[in-house]
């Protein structure tokens, strides 16, 4: 082998190994060090909460059975947190702000409320989106949720109950009907509510390592409480 070739193979080999080390340390990256970021920033969000919580009593948005027959819209900035969301299908220890806004930087903080929608416990639709995967994988066992699970929020001053009412229904970016006032998916059969109320959309990525196409499913308000009175009882089994 002469001489020239010998410097073209080993300059190739060494290439290899440096785009190897690159695409390694880009998956170490994307699968656990996005995970410390998100774990360090969602606790910040939520010690933000409640820190605001304790210094005003009557921060957040009242729903009913929290002092008001219906809740009084509030309006956040971008990137605010404005609720703590509790799924007891994803474990009891698991727990994440929901903050104003689908963008790439705030789903990076914790989940996503859809500014365009309705707000926490009143009449319409509150819409969530969050990560499947990266990012600390908040949305990892979405397809587990069935109909009945609850899903639990509170702002501060209420505690709302809903539950979900779908298997996750897998559908396509552009199928934006998902998250109006009374959802109309593309696919009609699909529907599972047909009269206006107080529901709640939860959205992640489809499949899970993608994002062509979306899992959703709705929920309808079951039950509120005053934070007052202590956990609601999803919360507690």
Not at 29 to 58: K, N, Q, S, V, Y
Not at 119 to 132: M, P, Y
Not at 137 to 144: N, T, V
Request: with cysteine; glycine share 12%.
């Amino acid at each position: 082998m002469s001489f020239s070739v010998r410097v073209l193979v080993r300059t190739f080999s060494e290439l290899c190994i440096t785009i190897g080390t690159l695409i390694v340390l880009f998956v170490v990256h994307l699968l656990f060090w996005t995970g410390i970021e998100a774990d360090r920033a969602t606790g910040r969000e939520i010690d933000r909460l409640e820190a605001g919580w304790a210094t005003d009593p009557e921060a957040g948005t009242p729903g009913p059975g929290g002092g008001s027959p219906e809740p009084v819209p509030v309006t956040y900035e971008p990137g605010e947190p404005l609720a703590v969301m509790y799924i007891p299908r994803f474990g009891a220890d698991w727990d994440w702000p929901v903050l104003q806004g689908t963008g790439t930087g705030v789903l990076k903080k914790g989940l996503g409320h859809y500014a365009s929608t309705g707000t926490l416990g009143a009449k319409g639709n509150f819409a969530v989106a969050g990560h499947r995967r990266t990012h600390g994988d908040p949305f990892k066992d979405f397809p587990r949720l069935r109909p009945g699970d609850a899903v639990v929020l509170t702002d501060g001053t209420t505690w709302f109950t809903y539950r979900i009412a779908n298997k996750p229904y897998r559908t396509v970016p552009s199928d934006v009907g998902v998250i109006e006032p009374v959802p109309r998916p593309l696919r009609e059969e699909a529907a599972v509510f047909d009269e206006p109320g107080r529901y709640l959309t939860l959205t992640t990525c489809e499949p899970e390592w993608g994002s062509s196409h979306r899992l959703i499913v709705w929920a309808h308000l079951d039950a509120t409480r005053p934070v007052t009175d202590g956990k609601p009882p999803a919360l507690r089994s």
